[in-house]
């Protein structure tokens, strides 16, 4: 194939990376710039803040990260109408120790 022409063989990495250098191609020079005065400044918070500001980060991403899936059971185990029986079952159970109760 044509080196000049787009390759149809690429990996989604490599079509991700062409999509970027695309992107900066259209920008112009003038507009990208760094703030002189970030570069080479120095975090001088206390030790005590910066772990708090970690603790508070791993707390919101442990809230936001993906739910656990189920695990895998035997053949026939997993499927939706057992899951639901079990559940009524548990409902009923309650219900009748309730009744026994009072």
Not at 67 to 82: A, L, Q, S, Y
Request: charged fraction near 45%; hydrophobic fraction near 25%.
């Amino acid at each position: 194939f044509d080196t000049m022409e787009a390759n149809p063989f690429e990996t989604k990495k490599q079509r991700r990376e062409g999509e970027v250098h695309k992107l900066l191609e259209k920008l112009q020079p003038e507009m990208i710039t760094e703030d002189p005065t970030f570069v080479g400044r120095v975090d001088v918070a206390p030790a005590e803040v910066l772990a708090e500001e970690r603790r508070l980060a791993k707390e919101a991403s442990m809230t936001n990260s993906r739910k656990k899936k189920e695990k895998r059971h035997m053949r026939g185990r997993d499927k939706i109408g057992r899951k639901l029986k079990k559940k009524q079952g548990n409902v009923v159970e309650e219900r009748k120790g309730d009744h026994r109760n009072q």
